[in-house]
């Protein structure tokens, strides 16, 4: 994607602002504002439809998060040899259960 961007941007502005017709580029100044009303469209999408998503889909980011959390303490406590890791899962799975069932919001 970016590289499809790079070489748009090396080519264009030679159409669009070409050196003939400077400073009056009659076919630049239209375009830049073309182009940044439509990046603005873009932008304005793209945060629109993000907040959609995260409405629709509240826990998933957070749900995402305690998956990965229980894994990495999973990982950590696999190597004790004092069964004191074993403890930690258990109590890291105990807490994470406790939020999810009370409806926490984080």
Same mark, same amino acid.
């Given at each position: 994607?970016?590289?499809?961007?790079?070489?748009?941007?090396? %080519?264009?502005? @030679?159409?669009?602002?070409?050196?003939?017709?400077?400073?009056? %580029?009659?076919?630049?100044?239209?375009?830049?504002?073309?182009?940044?009303?439509?990046? %603005?469209?873009?932008?304005?999408?793209?945060? %629109?439809?993000?907040?959609?998503? /995260?409405? /629709?889909?509240?826990?998933?980011?957070?749900? @995402?998060?305690?998956?990965?959390?229980?894994?990495?303490?999973?990982?950590?406590?696999?190597?004790?040899?004092?069964?004191?890791? /074993?403890?930690?899962?258990?109590?890291?799975?105990?807490?994470?259960?406790?939020?999810?069932?009370?409806? /926490?919001?984080?």
């Amino acid at each position: 994607m970016m590289t499809a961007g790079f070489c748009t941007n090396i %080519w264009v502005p @030679l159409f669009t602002f070409p050196a003939v017709e400077a400073p009056e %580029w009659k076919h630049g100044y239209p375009a830049a504002t073309v182009f940044l009303f439509a990046m %603005w469209v873009i932008l304005m999408f793209g945060t %629109w439809f993000m907040a959609r998503w /995260k409405n /629709k889909n509240p826990d998933l980011e957070m749900q @995402l998060a305690r998956e990965q959390a229980i894994k990495d303490s999973e990982a950590a406590s696999e190597g004790g040899t004092d069964g004191e890791g /074993k403890r930690g899962i258990a109590a890291t799975k105990e807490i994470i259960l406790q939020d999810t069932s009370s409806g /926490k919001k984080e």
